[in-house]
């Protein structure tokens, strides 16, 4: 009997370690894709990617920084950031009118990830991608803090996948986390976790009105990310590279 039980906990601490080897293989392999998309076109790169394209979570989050520093050139004052928001979510709200609920959702996150961005710009410390996709994690209650979302981007830690099957009580298992994750399915999940409360929430908010007219939640996310920035991004690691299938 005490064989047979400590044979099958060699086994379940085996797929663990595989599991995890797997999980930073792909982590790795999405960094690379993402290095690679960035010369693709920006925000209409990120439109026109396949819906059903695999991605990671934190893949997808560091090509919408990517895609926001190659669509748009920032020269603010502190007054300007809200106008600069509410601009920029009437200018792309109205492209993406035709786009669908998945395109209407990325390009809010887009908005959100540009006024990150113009923050980073005016507190004057330079940022990488990969470090503005952290603090995006965080703020969008996606991972707990900046360690898990650094180590989820770096492939040096859990991903994103795997940090919120750990915390799932109740509310994240009625989220989609498909194996494997696509663009349709990290986008609607960074959509449902985003909001104040980090309750779920449907696609509902998604409308002509949510994308033309964003009023409080874009002075709401202001104020929580001047405060998140004051926070250092723990330092990148480098992930080992990922092994042959």
């Known amino acids: 009997m005490a064989e047979r039980l400590a044979a099958k906990a060699a086994a379940m601490t085996e797929q663990a370690r595989s599991s995890a080897t797997a999980r930073a293989r792909d982590a790795a392999g999405a960094a690379r894709d993402a290095v690679s998309a960035r010369a693709q076109g920006g925000l209409l790169g990120l439109l026109r990617m396949d819906d059903d394209r695999r991605v990671t979570i934190e893949g997808i989050t560091v090509l919408l920084v990517s895609a926001v520093r190659s669509d748009e050139e920032r020269d603010l004052s502190d ?28 390009v809010t996150l887009y908005c959100e990830a540009a006024t990150l961005c113009d923050l980073v710009e005016l507190k004057g410390d330079p940022l990488s991608d990969e470090a503005v996709a952290a603090h995006l994690l965080v703020l969008w209650h996606v991972v707990p803090d900046l360690d898990a979302a650094a180590g989820a ?93």
């Open 79 to 106: 007054r300007d950031v809200l106008k600069a928001a509410r601009r920029r979510y009437r200018r792309l709200g109205a492209l993406s009118l035709p786009s669908g609920p998945v395109g209407g959702v990325l």
């Open 153 to 245: 981007i770096a492939g040096s830690g859990p991903n994103v996948a795997a940090v919120l099957r750990e915390r799932a009580q109740g509310r994240i298992d009625a989220l989609e986390l498909p194996e494997p994750m696509t663009k349709r399915a990290a986008v609607r999940l960074l959509w449902r976790l985003r909001d104040v409360a980090g309750d779920a929430q449907e696609l509902e908010g998604t409308g002509v009105r949510e994308r033309l007219f964003p009023g409080r939640r874009v002075k709401a996310f202001v104020v929580e990310a001047v405060e998140q920035l004051g926070r250092p991004v723990p330092a990148f690691p480098v992930a080992a590279p990922p092994t042959a299938e």
